[in-house]
């Protein structure tokens, strides 16, 4: 049983045109968080809530905005995409904040995003 | 300075074999929990292992058992028994307990390809 869903699993957009990657999660989990990541590379974090509450990171350009409306959605906006933004994005839930096991990371399968 | 860090880009082991992937990390927070990843080519993100910097025993799952050395900050996975399916990249990462809410610190990861 999925607990963590992204859509669409691939996405192609064009040079400029927005994009919006979906997330959901059926675990109730207070967190989201979107990651950045590019080919053999970590995970970069772009951003998460905490309930409600938007945390940014200091170097995500911009170009891209999430949105919350409730526990289950988080969405992924890309404004402008651009060739850089080539990438895998992965959304991620946790139950709190803490460094403790209950509070793992759930990852979702992915959204492979290619700009053309 | 790095706070996790592989420094095996990649690693090679024939089926049956074990394996220990390294993993160091750098933190003064006295409470903080290490977590491996897997992520196949498929892009998915599964969880293997925790341990906490309070455990008392080194943490094990199945054919995955955490070598954890507190002094020397160290946190090395072993895989016992190879199997093809393990060929995968594997992160380790880092969440320290100062700051509520914030995602995991992951290394640049390691390459595994198990041959037959």
């Known amino acids: 049983d999925a607990m963590v869903i992204q859509n669409p699993r691939y996405q192609v957009t064009q040079f400029g045109k927005p994009v919006t990657l979906s997330c959901s999660q059926t675990?109730?989990?207070?967190?989201m968080y979107w990651y950045q990541q590019k080919s053999s590379q970590a995970p970069k974090l772009l951003f998460h809530?905490?309930?409600?509450?938007?945390?940014n990171e200091a170097d995500t350009p911009d170009n891209f905005q999430s949105r919350r409306p409730n526990t289950s959605f988080c969405f992924l906006d890309i404004r402008s995409p651009g060739l850089g933004d080539a990438a895998m994005y992965l959304c991620?839930?946790?139950?709190?904040?803490?460094?403790?096991?209950?509070?793992?990371?759930?990852f979702g399968p992915g959204t492979r995003l290619t700009v053309t | 300075a790095q706070k996790i860090t592989q420094t095996q880009p990649g690693m090679f082991v024939q089926e049956k074999e074990a394996v220990t992937l390294d993993c160091t990390y750098d933190?003064?927070?006295?409470?903080?929990?290490l977590f491996w990843y897997k992520q196949p080519s498929s892009g998915e993100m599964i969880f293997l292992i925790y341990?906490?910097?309070?455990?008392?025993q080194n943490a094990t799952e199945g054919r995955y058992s955490l070598n954890f050395q507190k002094a020397r900050k160290s946190a090395n996975l072993v895989i016992s028994a190879s199997q093809l399916g393990d060929s995968a990249m594997y992160f380790c990462?880092?969440?320290?307990?100062?700051?509520?809410?914030?995602?995991?610190?992951f290394g640049k990861g390691t390459t595994l390809s198990v041959s037959s």
């Open positions: 991620a839930t946790s139950r709190g904040g803490g460094p403790g096991k209950e509070n793992e990371q759930y």
């Open positions: 675990l109730n989990h207070n967190v």
């Open positions: 809530y905490y309930d409600k509450d938007f945390n």
């Open positions: 933190t003064s927070d006295p409470s903080y929990g």
């Open positions: 341990q906490g910097s309070y455990d008392q």
């Open positions: 990462a880092m969440r320290e307990s100062n700051q509520a809410g914030t995602a995991l610190i």
